[in-house]
């Protein structure tokens, strides 16, 4: 009899120390303890390999494509915001409206691949504050101060001309800094971008034409 209690007693006391280790493990990974850490450094692993290969998915062209074509875009927005009040065609005016409309989260977009990538993010607009500024010589389309400073003061059927022309040579140029992003850049999705600012700009360029009676 001793002995069949002594047997259910050692049997009781086993199950207690399977059920406590079972209990511990489950513990253990939760707090990110014991088996629990090893997954945890993995999915660290994972999110840093991923990293890397954002930062390392592109190379000098496309840091030069997101730092020129902010400012680019910067300019077409503040040219774009003139034509609510100064311009006279409701066609220059909703044209202007898409401009501003499509860029500004352009804008957005690659300002945050400049800060994923530890690169400048642009913060002034050549043509505006800093006409003289020498980034804005480099990038093809870019109005100066005095060429601003003219739209900024038309007015009626003048500022439309004005700006249709301005706007046909900016765009002109935003379509060249994108064709040679699509050349010669890295990253798929500044490529991506650069495809879909051609393909945009081309046909407003097409549009603009038309309302100065070229096309």
Same mark, same amino acid.
């Given at each position: 009899?001793? @002995?069949?209690? @002594?047997?259910?007693?050692?049997?009781?006391?086993?199950?207690?120390?399977?059920?406590?280790?079972?209990?511990?493990?489950?513990?253990? @990974?939760?707090?990110?303890?014991?088996? =629990?850490?090893? &997954?945890?450094? =993995?999915?660290?692993?994972?999110?840093?390999?991923? %990293?890397?290969?954002?930062?390392?998915?592109?190379?000098?062209?496309? *840091?030069?494509?997101?730092?020129?074509?902010?400012?680019?875009?910067?300019?077409?927005?503040?040219?774009? #915001?003139?034509?609510?009040?100064? %311009?006279? @065609?409701?066609? *220059?005016?909703?044209?202007?409206?898409?401009? $501003?409309?499509?860029?500004?989260?352009?804008?957005?977009? +690659?300002?945050?691949?400049? $800060?994923?990538?530890?690169?400048?993010?642009?913060?002034?607009?050549?043509?505006?504050?800093?006409?003289?500024? &020498?980034?804005?010589?480099?990038?093809?389309?870019?109005?100066?101060?005095?060429?601003?400073?003219?739209?900024?003061?038309?007015?009626?059927?003048?500022?439309?001309? +004005?700006?249709?022309?301005?706007? *046909?040579?900016?765009?002109? =140029?935003? *379509?060249?800094?994108?064709?040679?992003?699509?050349?010669?850049?890295?990253?798929?999705?500044? #490529?991506?971008?650069?495809?879909?600012?051609?393909?945009?700009?081309?046909? $407003?360029? $097409?549009?603009?034409?038309?309302?100065?009676?070229?096309?």
């Amino acid at each position: 009899m001793t @002995s069949t209690r @002594s047997l259910i007693r050692r049997a009781a006391l086993g199950t207690t120390a399977v059920a406590a280790a079972l209990v511990l493990a489950a513990c253990g @990974s939760d707090d990110g303890t014991g088996s =629990g850490s090893g &997954s945890g450094s =993995g999915t660290q692993t994972s999110a840093s390999a991923s %990293a890397e290969d954002t930062a390392g998915a592109h190379n000098d062209q496309d *840091v030069s494509f997101a730092q020129d074509m902010i400012p680019h875009h910067q300019q077409a927005i503040q040219m774009s #915001k003139m034509a609510a009040s100064q %311009a006279s @065609s409701a066609e *220059v005016k909703d044209l202007a409206s898409r401009i $501003e409309k499509a860029q500004d989260p352009e804008i957005e977009t +690659m300002s945050g691949w400049l $800060e994923s990538w530890g690169e400048d993010v642009p913060s002034s607009m050549p043509g505006m504050d800093h006409g003289g500024h &020498s980034g804005s010589s480099d990038m093809p389309g870019m109005m100066d101060a005095e060429d601003m400073d003219k739209l900024m003061k038309a007015s009626g059927k003048g500022f439309d001309t +004005m700006f249709l022309t301005m706007m *046909v040579e900016h765009h002109e =140029g935003a *379509v060249e800094m994108a064709t040679t992003e699509k050349d010669k850049g890295q990253y798929g999705s500044a #490529k991506k971008l650069a495809d879909d600012i051609i393909t945009a700009q081309n046909a $407003e360029i $097409e549009e603009m034409n038309k309302l100065l009676g070229k096309s």
